[in-house]
């Protein structure tokens, strides 16, 4: 996680101190920490942010498994006016100790990304696995990008009163003389 991302405060898990059957995260956000999620993800509030998850180890490192209940506030694309979203996620992410190995190989070579397989797991180092950046993602993802209220078009907004003088170069009809006419 950069320096200028938010941490979400009691969102990460030790792995250290797992118990067998996982361990269970619950997070109610509060107000502030609200405020500084909406400011990253640049968008007008966040009103709700809850999140239930559930970790237990896998392959040396853990799977997190949950889900992600938010109401966001966003200008809408047409009016600027507020548009909330009710958003419910589902969160499954695996986390492995350890940076992430580095690709050496040379500049032209193909490289196949499998689609349906599973993704990529992130990876934490020591023994604590931070998981605000899951969450924050989660919700990005969530958040409709063009948001608008219901009924509204971009059509609203235009006069379709099509007359000459709205055409694009209707003002240089009165350049031409009339020796141009012929």
Do not use: C, W
């Not at 030790?14 to 502030?32: H, K």
């Not at 809850?50 to 009016?79: D, M, N, Y």
């Not at 909330?84 to 490289?111: C, H, N, S, T, W």
Request: charged residues 25%; proline residues 7%.
């Amino acid at each position: 996680m950069s320096a200028d991302q938010f941490r979400i405060p009691d969102a990460s898990i030790r792995l250290d101190s797992m118990p067998t059957a996982g361990r269970d995260l619950v997070l109610a956000v509060d107000a502030a920490d609200r405020l500084a999620v909406a400011g990253q993800l640049g968008i007008t509030a966040v009103e709700k942010l809850e999140v239930k998850l559930h970790a237990v180890r896998f392959k040396g490192g853990i799977r997190v498994t949950g889900r992600l209940v938010a109401t966001t506030v966003q200008p809408s694309v047409v009016s600027l006016e507020p548009v909330i979203q009710e958003i419910a996620e589902p969160i499954e992410r695996v986390f492995l100790p350890g940076g992430e190995k580095v690709y050496a190989g040379p500049a032209d070579a193909e490289i196949f990304v499998d689609l349906d397989g599973e993704d990529v797991p992130d990876h934490f180092e020591g023994n604590e696995a931070d998981l605000s950046a899951l969450i924050v993602e989660t919700l990005a993802l969530a958040l409709d990008p063009y948001p608008r209220q219901p009924g509204e078009t971009l059509g609203a907004l235009r006069d379709d009163g099509d007359t000459e003088s709205d055409l694009p170069f209707a003002g240089l009809k009165i350049l031409k003389t009339p020796e141009d006419k012929g």
